[in-house]
């Protein structure tokens, strides 16, 4: 069975899907589905779901998340990353006015997306908008930042160059345009020379396949590794150390159970043995079918579970209150 949920740390200089083929090799199938990508230039978690726990993806994609990002300041770029061409320049911002403007990054926001971003304007994404030359007019939506921690700052002259920002924030949230509009905040400009994701929801970066293959995540590094990946470079691993990645993704996926429905924000819901065949073929939904009434629940979504602990389907409330099937596992 690869109906699994994997936590992968993606390398810089990969993008999400192209990181996806150490899973599809691990377990021999194409059906897998990250939860939020990663821009190329990025590393850190996603959370990858394998087998019929595809269709919880959409789900893990609405978690809040927290990332560490390193931000350049002085210039902008039409990507608000460092691949991109710069289009505006500034002096840099001094400490204190960077500590400053950093206060006002907090709570609810509204933000406008990135001009390349996966965002469709009537109907075209945004970067394909921005690519053929047009102006794509992305509305500001909004977001918010839990929280916004500085970790590292490197300065000259009591001028801010580079700070290293710990964001957590809510869903569709770019930290791109949060360097951008701390850039402008401090009476500067910036774009990101490094983004890590750490948490997504309760999963932890730490607990994923291949963390022990990322370089240190500190501005020192960023700068290199921009250096390096501006020039085209592709990250490659050697074959060895491929398959010892595909070993890990392997040992540390996990079977969906009550723990990972918790961590994705289900309640949990046991089947009795004498209903599963009932609950698989879609029969009408009781609370005697149940360990506990699905009325005790108090979350939108449930988990439901064999006696014997195997993953049978997942339930959602309607406007009502009641639970009514999102999907069955066969």
Partial sequence: MNDKIVLFAKQPGK?????????????????????????????GLLVVCCGSLTRLASRITEFDKTYEAVIAFGSETDTLEYTGQVVKTASLPTKEAFLEALKQFSGKLMQTPPSFSAIHINGKRASDIARSGNVAEIPPRQIEVYSSEVLELQ????????AKVR??????TYIRSLARDLGYACGSCAHLVGLLRTKVGSFLLKDAAGFSLLPEFSI???????EYYSQNNENKIS????????KQVVNTAVNMNPEIAS?????TLILNDDKI???????KLSSSMFNVSPFTINEEYAAVFTQNGAFA??????????????????
């Fill in 15 to 43: 993008t999400s899907f192209s990181s996806l083929f150490t899973i599809k090799h691990a377990f021999n199938t194409q059906k897998v589905g990250h939860t939020g990508t990663l821009d190329s230039f990025a590393s």
């Fill in 239 to 246: 074959k060895e150390a491929e398959l010892e990645l595909q």
């Fill in 167 to 172: 964001f957590s924030v809510s869903k569709g």
């Fill in 220 to 226: 020192k590094n960023c700068i290199k590794d921009a």
């Fill in 155 to 162: 300065t000259k002259d009591n001028l801010v160059q580079y």
């Fill in 313 to 330: 389907g997942l339930l959602q409330k309607d406007s009502n209150g009641y639970f009514k099937y999102s999907f069955v596992v066969s």
């Fill in 277 to 283: 065949a009932w609950f698989r073929n879609g029969g």
């Fill in 263 to 267: 961590l994705c924000g289900f309640g």
